[in-house]
């Protein structure tokens, strides 16, 4: 090797570049075949679907870090990047041991809690007490949160490139589809009552169903807008044709599983969708929501009132007033009182609950408060959802500026379509946990970094 070839050697990657030149292409590439994996795994929550998960995000993030310095140039990401940071050293925290002083002035609760076990076992009271009622649960929480603050890095760059963005859509109507065609056979066999493909519970299905849907959407807008229409007329057409069909496939999905919260929760993120990426007046916005809510109305009554409406026209004044669901999220609000600050320790609902349970609950194991804003209020106290809070809106304020500065069709609806997924799902999160779910978090991270990777550059 020559003295120039040696040089050339030694000298230091430029900030940005790729080590491996096609390696952002792999990234993306790899991150589309995750989206469809995981939710075959992933769907029941079971140990190996939850292994997978996590192994996922992993791997794309290091194949990413081959290709770009990760560290630089953010551009929005950064601030709920922060946040999911500060979430996973939170619930660290709350699992370590502290001194018996400290916890009393934090958390007495868990300090009864303690020396309540120790007595009941013939133990000495504890010198130091964890802040979490079962610290290896926080562990795992402040574990998922680092890897998916990873995947929300590696879809943040594969999403810089619009082609790339248009794979990481395509992969999650793919996945999504994929999911009806597993779960159709055995529904209409009868051997499920509602269709659930690979995932343990239907309303956690809708999760995945209700992005893909607003994706669909997504992609009915970018066939539609008239900035190429004259030029591509007939490709645009069929394009919004297919588009269309993929969001029909969508909510007859959403319809068979029986969801109440899933059809609530489509309705307002197409809503969402539709003034988001809206540029025109007021009134036009106002006609789209009507439009779309009218119309996916209509949808979802034609193909079936009983397996659509069924469920929602059954419901009971009771089970929506004082139901178990009800039950369960007032009793949750008392655990809230004895543990204000730090909470009972993320992921310890289930370990939380029966310091409450009333007897008309006993014998019925609650894992879950079905409300992950009131589980986490529970489980984080003042402080984990004053992060996760303060984290959510500067992800949107974030969306929403971008958004305001985008002027490329694809970014404009790329964060059009993250802002109408936030929306289902925050929707959908109200009445139920499907976002617990590993699978379900990967795919909304996914889709939200990769909106956030859009490039808002103004012209010149």
């Known amino acids: 090797m020559g003295s120039a070839g040696l040089v050339d050697s030694l000298r230091p990657v430029r900030p940005g570049s790729d080590i491996i030149p096609s390696i952002g292409t792999a990234a993306g590439v790899a991150l589309c075949a995750c989206v469809v994996v995981v939710p075959l795994f992933g769907g029941g929550a079971t140990p190996l679907g ?9 791997a794309v993030f290091l194949l ?18 922060a946040a999911l940071v500060l979430l996973a050293l939170f619930g660290l925290l709350q699992s370590f041991a502290w001194p018996r002083g400290l916890v009393e002035m934090v958390s007495p609760e868990h300090l009864g809690f303690a020396d309540e076990a120790a007595r009941a076992l013939g133990d000495e009271p504890p010198s130091r007490v964890s802040l979490s009622l079962y610290a290896p ?3 795992r929480v402040a574990l998922d949160c680092l890897v998916f603050a990873s995947l929300a890095i590696t ?12 794979w990481l859509a395509g992969a999650i109507v793919f996945t999504a589809g994929l999911q009806f065609v597993l779960g159709l056979r055995p529904w209409l066999g009868g051997q499920v009552p509602r269709l659930r493909a690979t995932y343990a519970n239907p309303d956690h299905l809708c999760i995945l169903l209700e992005i893909a849907a607003c994706v669909a959407f997504g992609g009915i807008f970018w066939a539609l807008s008239t900035r190429r229409w004259r030029d591509q007329g007939a490709r645009r057409a069929v394009g919004a044709l297919i588009a269309g ?86 009793e949750s609000l008392g655990l809230m ?11 310890t609902f289930e370990s939380a609950f029966p310091l409450v349970q009333p007897a008309s609950l006993e014998g019925m194991r609650w894992a879950k408060a079905h409300n992950d804003f009131l589980e986490l209020m529970v489980t984080g106290g ?41 929306a289902a799902v925050a929707t959908h999160e109200t009445f139920d946990f499907g976002l617990s779910l590993p699978a379900n978090a990967f795919i909304l991270i996914t889709i939200v970094a990769a909106a956030l990777g859009a490039r808002t550059e103004t012209r010149g």
């Open 137 to 139: 649960a926080s562990r």
């Open 50 to 58: 939850i292994m997978v998960v996590r192994l996922s995000a992993l």
């Open 382 to 422: 003042l402080v984990g959802f004053a992060i996760a809070v303060g984290g959510t809106v500067l992800l949107l304020l974030v969306l929403t500026r971008k958004l305001r500065a985008a002027f490329r069709t694809e970014d404009r609806l790329a964060l059009a379509v993250a802002l109408g997924s936030l």
């Open 337 to 347: 009182r004895r543990f204000p600050i730090a909470g009972s320790g993320l992921g």
């Open 245 to 330: 069909t993929l969001l029909l496939l969508m909510l007859s999905a959403i319809a068979f599983t029986g969801s109440r919260a899933g059809i609530l929760a489509a309705l307002v993120g197409l809503a969402v969708l539709a003034v988001a990426a809206n540029r025109k007046s007021r009134w036009v916005s106002v006609a789209l929501v009507g439009g779309v809510s009218l119309g996916s109305v209509s949808f979802l009554a034609w193909i079936g009132v009983g397996r659509s409406f069924g469920r929602l026209a059954a419901t009971s004044w009771f089970e929506v007033a004082w139901g178990s669901r009800a039950m369960v999220w007032w």
């Open 155 to 166: 879809a943040f760059w594969v999403g810089r490139r619009r082609s790339r963005r248009l």
């Open 64 to 81: 990413c870090l081959l290709g770009r310095r990760a560290t630089r140039g953010f551009e929005g990401l950064g601030q709920p990047l």
